[in-house]
Nanobody, 122 residues
Framework: QVQLVESGGGLVQAGGSLRLSCAAS????????MAWYRQAPGKERELVVA???????NYADSVKGRFTISRDNGKKTVYLKMNSLKPEDTAVYYC????????????????WGQGTQVTVSS
C-alpha cells in the first residue's frame, strides 16, 4: 500500500509563491507517472501538470510558465512550485501518482493524496 500526503498549502496574496510537497510512504518499488490536480469550489477536478517517468512534462495552459513540478527520489517526494499566483489558482491541490509495490513490482496502481488548500487573495 502506498500513501501520499500533501503539504505546503495556505493563504497567499496574488503575485506570491508557494511550494507544495507530496510525500510518499509505503513499500514502494517504483513510481511511474506523477501529476498534480486541483479542484476549485463548484468546479470539476482538473489536471495541473503531469510528469512521466520518461521525462515528459505537460502543464495546463493556465499554469504554464508559472508552476514547476520536480522530484526528490531519495526523499520519495514530489513538489509543485507555484509562482505569480492568481486568485483563480485558489483550489484544493491533489497529488496523484502511479506506483508499484514490493509485493507486486510490475503492477502499477493509481494513488491520491488527501489534498491541501491553496487560497490566493486579491
Amino acid at each position: 500500500q502506498v500513501q501520499l500526503v500533501e503539504s505546503g498549502g495556505g493563504l497567499v496574496q496574488a503575485g506570491g509563491s508557494l511550494r507544495l510537497s507530496c510525500a510518499a510512504s509505503g513499500s514502494i518499488f517504483r513510481f511511474n507517472d506523477m501529476a498534480w490536480y486541483r479542484q476549485a469550489p463548484g468546479k470539476e477536478r482538473e489536471l495541473v501538470v503531469a510528469s512521466t517517468r520518461g521525462g515528459s512534462i505537460n502543464y495546463a495552459d493556465s499554469v504554464k510558465g508559472r508552476f514547476t513540478i520536480s522530484r526528490d527520489n531519495g526523499k520519495k517526494t514530489v513538489y509543485l512550485k507555484m509562482n505569480s499566483l492568481k486568485p483563480e489558482d485558489t483550489a484544493v491541490y491533489y497529488c496523484n501518482a502511479a506506483a508499484s509495490t514490493l509485493s507486486a513490482p510490475w503492477t502499477y496502481r493509481n494513488y491520491w493524496g488527501q489534498g491541501t488548500q491553496v487560497t490566493v487573495s486579491s
